[in-house]
């Protein structure tokens, strides 16, 4: 049996090929599977493998999601900023101008002239209206089968499995 520095060192190569944006990931469970230790050694340093990896996606989701704040206050301030920039050249009559860097110019906007409905869509005739499609109810029929009904168009499965690792 291969000694724990070897095994430390067959295991880090895995890492290392798990990040391996070009490693196949045919070629890393071979090289696991050619690692010389027990069932249950192996089961331990794929957990730590799984471990490493959760621990990174973590910390990538926390990323994304400091990003997507940030990223929403810098649109708000250059929302305002262009807006302030507008209403001053309205104000001073300056619609239209340029300087060395920029050309600076207010104008309508493209595309259809915006539509707003006045009324209730009960007052609105039915040839302005577009019929939805019928939708499945899940619930309802979840809860029919829970029941003991027998349709014909829907039945309960069998659950699947999954690997806990705590």
């Not at 430390?8 to 010389?36: H, P, Q, S, W, Y």
């Not at 400091?66 to 206050?73: G, P, Q, W, Y």
């Not at 649109?75 to 305002?80: A, L």
């Given at each position: 049996m291969a000694s724990?520095?070897?095994?430390?060192?067959?295991?880090?190569?895995?890492?290392?090929?798990?990040?391996?944006?070009?490693?196949?990931?045919?070629?890393?469970?071979?090289?696991?599977?050619?690692?010389?230790?027990?069932?249950?050694?192996?089961?331990?340093?794929?957990?730590?493998?799984?471990?490493?990896?959760?621990?990174?996606?973590?910390?990538?989701?926390?990323?994304?999601?400091?990003?997507?704040?940030?990223?929403?206050?810098?649109?708000?301030?250059?929302?305002?900023?262009?807006q302030k920039l507008k209403t001053s050249m309205e104000i001073t009559g300056k619609t239209k101008f340029s300087t060395t860097l920029y050309t600076f110019s207010i104008r309508k906007n493209g595309g259809l002239e915006p539509l707003k409905i006045d009324a209730d869509i009960k007052d609105i005739p039915e040839q302005y209206l577009t019929p939805q499609p019928p939708t499945i109810n899940i619930g309802a029929i979840r809860k029919a089968l829970d029941e003991g009904a027998i349709l014909h168009f829907a039945h309960i499965e069998e659950r699947g499995t999954n690997l806990s690792i705590k």
């Open positions: 724990l520095y070897e095994l430390t060192g067959d295991f880090l190569k895995v890492r290392e090929m798990l990040f391996d944006e070009d490693a196949d990931i045919e070629m890393i469970e071979n090289t696991l599977d050619c690692i010389d230790c027990l069932f249950e050694e192996k089961a331990d340093n794929y957990a730590k493998i799984l471990q490493c990896i959760n621990d990174d996606i973590s910390g990538i989701k926390n990323e994304m999601e400091r990003l997507k704040i940030r990223k929403e206050m810098l649109q708000k301030r250059s929302d305002r900023l262009k």
